[in-house]
């Protein structure tokens, strides 16, 4: 079992609340991720970090923004919730290690609903 | 167009049964193929991991196939039990970025009845 964190599991909250989603790992990997992820669909991912202070964008366009101030820990916010930002969302982390494969590790997601 | 694509979307199986699952894939240049394993509300968990060299691996119960060539790749699943049902997904990396891009199936779910 790997060790990364995501809290919290499930949230509901209403339209317009500012949520910030949590994930944490204790691997020291330089490397972390952000998926989302809708029922019986593909993960898409929405943000990644190189490592400290370095962020960036992904595939999918989100309005949602992440900082990276240490290496264990990467943050996702959202300042103002809407419905269409129901889904569940999957933190990952993986160690950069030259011509070796770069394997990601999962979180157990948080379930996200909006109403 | 980098795509992943997995066959069936869905199947139910009897406790004790094979199954084979199928990935087909045209990520370009490949670096290498993944197969996961996740459970419903959970984060996927790693089955098992091939490069361009290897055409087969196996992990317990599991055992994944890779043809570089056509682009496919299957997992079979021997004697399969209860706990084996959840969402498999291929995933495929790429070696055109530092990143090591991933492109993620939709997954099969499996359900395996007593």
């Known amino acids: 079992e790997a060790d990364i964190y995501q809290t919290p599991r499930y949230l509901v909250i209403g339209t317009g609340k500012k949520i910030t989603l949590e994930c944490s790992q204790t691997?020291?990997?330089?490397?972390m991720y952000w998926y989302q992820q809708d029922p019986g669909m593909e993960l898409h991912l929405i943000h990644y970090?190189?490592?400290?202070?370095?962020?960036e964008k992904g595939d999918l366009s989100s309005e949602s923004t992440v900082s990276r101030i240490r290496t264990e820990h990467f943050p996702l916010t959202l300042e103002s919730a809407r419905p269409s930002h129901t889904s569940q969302y999957l933190c990952?982390?993986?160690?950069?290690?030259?011509?070796?494969?770069?394997?990601?590790?999962f979180g157990p997601g948080t379930r996200l609903t909006v109403l | 167009k980098n795509q992943v694509e997995q066959s069936p979307q869905s199947l139910i199986i009897l406790e004790g049964k094979n199954c084979t699952l199928q990935?087909?894939?045209?990520?370009?240049?490949?670096?290498?193929l993944r197969w996961y394993k996740q459970d419903t509300g959970r984060g996927p968990v790693s089955l098992t991991i091939m490069t361009f060299s290897e055409n087969t691996k196996s992990n317990g119960r599991y055992t994944a196939t890779l043809d570089a060539d056509t682009k496919q790749s299957s997992l079979h699943i021997t004697a399969s039990q209860l706990s084996d049902s959840a969402s498999y997904i291929c995933?495929?990396?790429?070696?055109?970025?530092?990143?090591?891009?991933?492109?993620f199936g939709r997954g099969t779910q499996l359900t395996v009845w007593p």
């Open positions: 995933v495929v990396s790429d070696r055109g970025s530092t990143l090591g891009r991933l492109y």
């Open positions: 970090s190189y490592g400290v202070n370095s962020t």
């Open positions: 691997m020291g990997h330089d490397k």
């Open positions: 990935c087909n894939y045209t990520v370009s240049p490949f670096s290498n």
């Open positions: 990952a982390s993986s160690v950069s290690m030259r011509g070796l494969i770069n394997e990601q590790f």
